[in-house]
């Protein structure tokens, strides 16, 4: 379907924005953009994967909730995305001894969708007026004139002019440098000392090794394992452990050491020789987080999804807080009737407090996932606090339900988590002490 045709606004002279990164936040951008009316051309640095003979990158899941299925509502792509996703009701805790014991994500009927790599730039191609550019390198661009540079492939440059710049280009976000040079521009990068490797378990004969709709842990205090299922009935298991700890095995057989002390019932689902092999493939890739402040450089440029807030992978909202960034963006562009000099000092005001709290709750959500799930008062705590939620539903709202199934602001769930911590404690030590 081409919204274009019935959906945009229509203008007598068409304002060209110029999405740079054509990956998951950028594409959907780029929809939103043009449904406005709006002339986009999308600048994507990587060659069209349609066209590529060899598709480079590693596996990756992607967990799609609540607020990233508004988000592709708004431009008619949320029934799309989500049939191509496998629904996941709990995680699966593995303990040493092979036991597993269910943690509900939420409430019956509350899900997460589970996704494999998208290929989202042309799904921007259903609208007349969006470009899309590959191969295109930025090199350079006016903070002044909205003037961009930018190197082809075949060698030449390629320069273009925008009456906005909306810097989707990830962790390492080339349009970022330039608010680098700026006064006044707050900007933090933290590596964490856990890197991440990846192993694939096979499916047994034909069908998934484990049961398919849930998220495996294996939980080790200082480091884990989790295993996410794929559409071709594999695992992708993912280890997160310090960098030194996978420095301290360098043989085949200190692989195999290793899983039988911490996972053995992985090894048979894996595959002893599969293991030696695949753990030597590639290095362990480091984990960033990146926080910054403003999002916008006057009435020309503004950043969204990883090239504003990367963060760790552990509470499955990188994706989501990208998607909710562009329905915030035309949330904001309907009050403000379009005018850039207003929306993108507001789209700063509203969301880098957002950011920056769901920034801090994924590197929370590492300990919780590492450690606390076995802990017996953690999971204590998690029965009161659904019970509560059961009979006082809109007073009491667990932290990863307002996060995942709700749109509540996330400083403002981080805030009501706070509080509600205060009134469960006292409802349990109250309850201990008349108990005694």
Not at 361 to 385: P, Q, T
């Amino acid at each position: 379907m081409d919204y274009s045709t019935n959906d945009s606004k229509s203008t007598s002279k068409k304002k060209v924005v110029a999405v740079v990164g054509g990956g998951l936040v950028g594409a959907l951008n780029a929809c939103y953009f043009a449904k406005r009316g709006f002339q986009v051309e999308v600048f994507e640095s990587r060659e069209d994967i349609r066209q590529a003979k060899i598709v480079k990158g590693r596996s990756i899941n992607l967990a799609l909730s609540h607020r990233g299925r508004q988000a592709l509502k708004q431009v008619g792509m949320e029934d799309t995305i989500v049939s191509k996703g496998i629904p996941m009701h709990s995680r699966m805790i593995h303990s040493l001894n092979g036991t597993q014991s269910p943690i509900p994500y939420g409430k019956k009927g509350q899900v997460t969708l589970l996704l494999q790599r998208l290929h989202t730039p042309h799904s921007a191609e259903t609208y007349s007026n969006t470009k899309l550019n590959f191969a295109h390198k930025l090199l350079n661009w006016s903070t002044e004139t909205g003037a961009m540079t930018f190197l082809r492939a075949d060698g030449a440059k390629e320069e273009i002019q925008a009456d906005l710049i909306v810097g989707c280009d990830g962790a390492f976000s080339a349009i970022r440098k330039q608010f680098l040079r700026q006064s006044r521009f707050n900007f933090s990068q933290t590596y964490i000392p856990h890197g991440y490797l990846e192993l694939t378990m096979p499916p047994i004969n034909g069908e998934f090794a484990m049961k398919p709709n849930y998220l495996h842990i294996w939980p080790r205090n200082t480091f884990m394992m989790i295993a996410l299922p794929n559409l071709d009935k594999t695992f992708t298991c993912t280890l997160f452990m310090p960098f030194d700890e996978f420095e301290n095995v360098t043989t085949g057989d200190q692989v195999i050491e290793f899983f039988q002390k911490y996972f053995p019932d992985a090894i048979p689902l894996i595959g002893a020789d599969a293991l030696k092999r695949d753990y030597f493939c590639l290095p362990a890739q480091a984990m960033v987080s990146v926080k910054c402040s403003p999002y916008h450089l006057s009435d020309k440029c503004v950043l969204m999804g990883d090239a504003a807030h990367a963060v760790v992978p552990f509470y499955g909202q990188g994706m989501n807080a990208g998607f909710e960034d562009c329905l915030v963006f035309n949330e904001i562009m309907d009050q403000l009737n379009e005018d850039f000099s207003a929306v993108l000092p507001e789209y700063t005001r509203v969301r880098v407090p957002d950011d920056h709290a769901i920034a801090d709750l994924a590197m929370y959500n590492y300990v919780e996932m590492r450690s606390h799930v076995n802990s017996k008062w953690f999971l204590f705590r998690k029965y009161v606090d659904n019970f509560l939620h059961i009979i006082m539903p809109r007073t009491i709202i667990p932290l990863y339900t307002m996060v995942t199934f709700t749109r509540t602001r996330y400083h403002e769930a981080v805030k009501r988590w706070h509080w509600q911590d205060k009134v469960r404690n006292y409802i349990v030590h109250s309850s201990l002490y008349k108990g005694l």
